[in-house]
């Protein structure tokens, strides 16, 4: 009986033990960043002085511990006067497989939220249209987000609000400090050199662009554009050529008055 007993209380501090180093992995792998995602509060300085707090929410990928991109993002807030939570997001689609974005700014005017957001990356620059001002604009139309040009932002939108640089020891200082307060918004964009996290512009920038790259539904491939926005019927023509499915050819969006991009 007492061997017995004995023999209990060895598997039982075996397998605290093994409960303890358990513990102690996940605790480890989570600090690598393996279960890597953040939340953090950003108080927002809007075009007409007003200030409204949001909540940020990114998760990372990461390669052997190794920082390396977003993979999910939200942005959520409250109306002033409101008590409906409006959220954006933001990750992984059939043709990128991070988020697609770098958000930039959020305004608001006459009750109505906009998100300002560049192109996370060459595939996301091709897959939006390639725009030039750099920006993806959405305005929120009381039940989801729709894209918009350029020229339907209001032209009282001019100053970047929101962290740009939102991963590595940003990220990390944004999540210990609880709210990133506006000034301290303002001086972590200040080493970020590129014109349109500046301000926000709205004449075609120099220097903005990368190769040009079309989706054939397996992968990228790369492509002229400026041989493709020759003509209707030569970029018929080249998709012909390169697309086994011409569903993802672009024409049609390119030569269309509706284009949103270069």
Not at 82 to 99: F, H, L, V
Not at 177 to 193: F, P
Not at 197 to 209: F, H
């Amino acid at each position: 009986m007492e061997k017995h007993r004995q023999w209990n209380n060895k598997v039982n501090i075996r397998v605290m033990i093994l409960f303890v180093l358990i513990a102690v992995v996940i605790t480890s792998i989570c600090a690598c960043g393996w279960l890597d995602s953040t939340s953090w509060k950003e108080e927002v300085l809007l075009h007409d002085g007003s200030k409204i707090i949001v909540k940020r929410w990114q998760k990372q990928m990461r390669n052997l511990g190794q920082k390396s991109l977003i993979e999910e993002q939200s942005i959520s807030f409250k109306l002033p006067g409101q008590n409906k939570k409006i959220t954006w997001k933001d990750g992984p689609t059939k043709d990128i497989r991070s988020a697609n974005f770098h958000l930039i700014a959020m305004h608001i005017k006459d009750n109505v939220p906009y998100i300002i957001a560049t192109a996370y990356g060459c595939l996301s620059y091709n897959k939006w249209d390639r725009p030039n001002p750099p920006y993806v604009i959405f305005k929120f139309d009381g039940n989801e987000w729709q894209r918009i040009p350029l020229p339907d932002l209001p032209l009282e939108f001019v100053n970047v609000n929101l962290i740009i640089n939102s991963t590595g020891h940003e990220e990390q200082n944004a999540a210990r400090q609880g709210v990133v307060y506006a000034e301290d918004i303002k001086e972590l964009n200040k080493s970020l050199v590129q014109k349109e996290y500046k301000s926000i512009a709205r004449t075609p920038l120099v220097g903005v662009g990368c190769e040009g790259m079309i989706y054939d539904g397996s992968g990228w491939r790369g492509v002229d554009y400026s041989k493709m926005k020759v003509s209707y019927k030569r970029c018929i023509e080249l998709c012909k050529k390169m697309l086994s499915n011409m569903k993802y050819c672009p024409c049609d969006k390119y030569f269309s008055k509706d284009s949103l991009g270069e």
